[in-house]
T-cell receptor, first 108, second 114 residues
Framework: GIQVEQSPPDLILQEGANSTLRCNFS?????LQWFHQNPWGQLINLFY???GTKQNGRLSATTVATERYSLLYISSSQTTDSGVYFC??????????FGTGTSLTVIP | NAGVTQTPKFQVLKTGQSMTLQCAQD?????MSWYRQDPGMGLRLIHY???????DQGEVPNGYNVSRSTTEDFPLRLLSAAPSQTSVYFC?????????????FGPGTRLTVL
């Protein structure tokens, strides 16, 4: 089956720092989504990004489908950015396969 | 819109008991899914539905049943709870298939099986 690997597994940042999270996937996919799970467990969709680059405030994402990776950039990090970031790729039907996540802690 | 709602938020069961986790959405989405999340892991798909009356198995379906009699509701039934089913359960819905649209998640149900 498809493999979805995320790096780094854990990240600690000082507030205001920038970071890049990476998602590698083993098979061709026609789209990819990034999610944030906050410390209270709520999952929020950040980006639906099959290819190219999208930006939403301090967050942006880039997917290079031909090279099978996606990057999530967080600029000027804030404590509210803490949580776990997942990338997910779709399979058949409405199935998503999730990576194991990057746990981000932003300290003031 | 309330979005995706799940009940209960917390549940403790004894081994062998059965129960139903409720999921409802008010966005008229055709596509709904159930996931489980174990500590330190990503989400794994249990069952999914592409419309009322149509369901299919995901990655980890054993021990769970689903049905979809209406567009709005997608309950998950645990037939005979086992400690291995201790997990956090998330329901999700989307308008389009194959991840071509945003997936919306409920707040989760934290289940402990003793």
């Amino acid at each position: 089956g498809i493999q979805v690997e995320q790096s780094p597994p854990d990240l600690i940042l000082q507030e205001g720092a920038n970071s890049t999270l990476r998602c590698n996937f083993s098979d061709s996919v026609n789209n990819l989504q990034w999610f944030h799970q906050n410390p209270w467990g709520q999952l929020i969709n950040l980006f639906y990004i099959p290819s190219g680059t999208k930006q939403n405030g301090r967050l942006s994402a880039t997917t290079v489908a031909t090279e099978r990776y996606s990057l999530l950039y967080i600029s000027s990090s804030q404590t509210t950015d803490s949580g776990v970031y997942f990338c997910a790729v779709p399979l058949t039907g409405n199935q998503f396969y999730f990576g194991t996540g990057t746990s981000l802690t932003v300290i003031p | 819109n309330a979005g995706v709602t799940q009940t209960p938020k917390f549940q403790v069961l004894k081994t062998g008991q059965s129960m139903t986790l409720q999921c409802a959405q008010d966005m008229n989405h055709e596509y709904m899914s159930w996931y489980r999340q174990d500590p330190g892991m990503g989400l794994r798909l249990i069952h999914y539905s592409v419309g009322a009356g149509i369901t299919d198995q995901g990655e980890v379906p054993n021990g769970y049943n689903v049905s979809r009699s209406t567009t709005e509701d997608f309950p998950l039934r645990l037939l005979s709870a086992a400690p291995s089913q201790t997990s956090v359960y998330f329901c999700a819905s989307s308008r389009a298939p194959r991840g071509t649209d945003t997936q919306y998640f409920g707040p989760g149900t934290r289940l402990t099986v003793l």
